[in-house]
């Protein structure tokens, strides 16, 4: 079955420490997004990337790298310079169909990565 | 910008009751919403959409939303709550076209008492 994979689910992490969380795809899909997820925050957007090899820095994109090599793949690395990086973190997919299509803007999520920073 | 309000962060039913999740959008002209579900310590998966024609839109698990331009909203309802219900939802918002970006509300958790 088509879908997204993020790895791992969990993750403990020192101060100090870069991490680098996986986000694989087998949609098909153009466009891949990064959120973070705290609670009674909602989601806030990091990164986001519609074609390979291009991406765009979200709301909140300080402390936050990506790379977008393949179409299946969007890894998000945090890194030390991001005060905060305990968090649930949500991988993303959509198509990209042209304009106005209302299934562009449809987000398939992957389950998710926990980081905790100890 | 967009932004979405989802009034409520905690909303607690009876089982076999009315549910009534509230939203509401701030956009000049009309845009896309849809509503996710979320279980814990999972994704979100997508309920319903709303993108243009039927104002009424029925999603998955028996929800259903309204949109509502002179309100600016875009509620989630189901007459008779279930057990499984029980989860946390969120509204979001985007404008229309291409690859727009998705701006999400601070989340409803609902509760649901047997």
């Known amino acids: 079955d088509g879908g997204i994979t993020q790895s791992p689910k969990y993750l403990f992490r020192k101060e100090g420490q870069n991490v680098t969380l996986s986000c694989e795809q087998n949609?098909?899909?153009?466009?891949m997004y990064w959120y973070r997820q705290d609670p009674g925050q909602g989601l806030r957007l990091i990164y986001y990337s519609q074609i390979v090899n291009d991406f765009q820095k979200g709301d909140i994109a300080e402390g936050y790298s990506v790379s977008r090599e393949k179409k299946e793949s969007f890894p998000l690395t945090v890194t030390s310079a991001q005060k905060n990086p305990t968090a649930f973190y949500l991988c993303?997919?959509?198509?990209?169909?042209?304009?106005?299509?209302?299934?562009?803007?449809?987000?398939?999520f992957g389950a998710g990565s926990r980081l905790t920073v100890l | 910008a967009q932004s979405v309000t989802q009034l409520g962060s905690h909303v607690s039913v009876s089982e076999g009751a009315l549910v009534l999740l509230r939203c509401n959008y701030s956009s000049s002209v009309p845009p896309y919403l849809f509503w996710y579900v979320q279980y814990p310590n999972q994704g979100l998966q997508l309920l319903l959409k709303?993108?243009?024609?039927?104002?009424l839109v029925k999603g998955i698990n028996g929800f259903e939303a309204e949109f509502k331009k002179s309100e600016t909203s875009f509620h989630l309802t189901k007459p008779s709550a279930h057990m499984s219900d029980a989860a946390e939802y969120f509204c979001a918002v985007s404008d229309r076209g291409y690859g727009n970006k998705l701006v999400f509300g601070a989340g409803t958790i609902l509760r649901v008492k047997s």
């Open positions: 709303y993108t243009s024609a039927a104002t």
């Open positions: 949609l098909n899909h153009d466009a």
């Open positions: 993303a997919s959509s198509i990209s169909s042209g304009t106005g299509s209302p299934g562009a803007n449809v987000l398939t």
